[in-house]
């Protein structure tokens, strides 16, 4: 029976991920772990029991996501969005001793709304409650227990000297460096397909391992099926919505010419937050960063996004080659949309999340989330 499967990995090495080269002597890693990592890992479990010829079947309509850094199993790490802020002099969240982080999506998208109606005597601005300093952009994974935290990843360096193939000795002068995570974080993602292909996969982690170098001792992790609670698409986006119309409210009391602003915000908004690189494409077959979605029969273009460009690479080991090179919309992306009326769109919805959106989506690729709670903190926190 196909479904989604949650996974955690605690890492028992450091684990090296490869990212874009600057140089030839240092090898950096990645702070997250991408699906085609844990499907590279499946085919090589299978490979090595002599089922290459089954590899293909196998992972046919398996979704690979991607694994985010969290500091429990049980722990959803979620990304920022890209609209979030933080204060400058003092970054972080109140419950960490800082100032609080907050997010200015939806007083944006009322702000730009309301201006079809009205005007406002000053022009949209945040700075911080607290000390009144200038916000900054912020980034990363945060979870949610008691308060608010923010998961930071550590790495580890090792400084290694080349092998000559042909003398088997180390080559003069060609030393490098290999940038690891640490094993301290443990990694929570979601795997869409058949229970018994879920059940291989965690095995195939624990006998392979996953990430590069993993016969020097890196990649050895304790993989295992865990459990998530999240809240559900429908009231997700209703309490979207019921907090813009707050947000709405207020901008709306300190407008020009008040007698021209509707009540409440007309239609069903909703956002569409991007938690892995998306690699999208326009009408002409062009790569973007602007997301149209399909929804009902109907092609929807965003009212209002915040999207950051992404570098997308990587290298195929069946091939001995490199992939395509292109790029996306980063992490963090967020996408609103409007309907109008009271279409019942909520099945469509779920379908687009659990599948995904643009090209790449069996590696883990063009992950999202419908209205991501964070969204809601329109105050400090």
Same mark, same amino acid.
């Given at each position: ?83 979030? =802020?933080?204060? $400058? ?19 944006? =998208? ?33 979870? $949610?227990? $008691? ?49 018994? $292909? ?81 690699? =999208? ?101």
């Amino acid at each position: 029976m196909k479904k989604l499967n949650w996974i955690s990995i605690t890492p028992k090495s450091p684990i090296h991920v490869g990212e874009p080269k600057p140089a030839f002597s240092f090898l950096p890693t990645k702070d997250v772990i991408p699906g085609s990592v844990l499907r590279g890992a499946l085919a090589e479990y299978l490979l090595m029991q002599g089922r290459e010829s089954e590899i293909k079947e196998f992972v046919q309509n398996m979704r690979f996501g991607f694994l985010y850094p969290s500091t429990y199993p049980t722990l959803h790490p979620l990304p920022l969005p890209v609209s979030a =802020l933080e204060c $400058k002099k003092e970054p972080g969240f109140k419950s960490e001793g800082s100032h609080g982080i907050f997010d200015t999506l939806l007083a944006s =998208l009322a702000f730009e709304e309301l201006k079809r109606f009205t005007e406002f005597p000053v022009p949209l601005t945040f700075r911080c409650k607290e000390c009144d300093s200038r916000m900054d952009k912020t980034s990363g994974f945060y979870i $949610k227990e $008691k308060g608010y935290k923010k998961v930071e990843i550590e790495r580890t360096s090792q400084t290694k000297v080349a092998i000559s193939r042909r003398r088997k000795a180390a080559v003069g002068k060609m030393l490098y460096s290999i940038t690891a995570i640490k094993p301290k974080n443990v990694f929570v993602g979601k795997i869409a397909g058949d229970v018994d $292909k879920f059940e291989v996969l965690i095995k195939a982690l624990n006998e392979v391992g996953i990430g590069a170098l993993t016969t020097r001792g890196y990649g050895v992790v304790e993989a295992r099926r865990t459990e998530i609670k999240m809240e559900g698409l429908e009231e997700r986006i209703k309490s979207f919505n019921r907090r813009l119309e707050d947000v709405w409210s207020d901008l709306a009391s300190i407008a020009l010419n008040k007698e021209k602003v509707p009540e409440n915000p007309a239609g069903t908004y909703f956002s569409v937050d991007v938690l892995s690189p998306a690699i =999208l494409r326009d009408n002409n077959g062009l790569r973007t960063l602007k997301l149209r979605l399909d929804l009902g029969g109907k092609r929807l273009s965003p009212i209002l996004f915040f999207a950051q460009p992404v570098f997308i690479g990587g290298w195929s080991t069946g091939w001995g080659l490199p992939k395509e090179t292109t790029y996306g919309a980063g992490i963090g992306s967020t996408y609103v949309f409007k309907v109008d009326g009271e279409e019942e769109f909520y099945e469509e919805l779920e379908r687009i999340e659990l599948e995904g959106i643009g090209e790449r989506r069996d590696e883990g690729y063009g992950d999202i989330l419908i209205c991501h709670p964070f969204h809601r903190e329109v105050m400090q926190v």
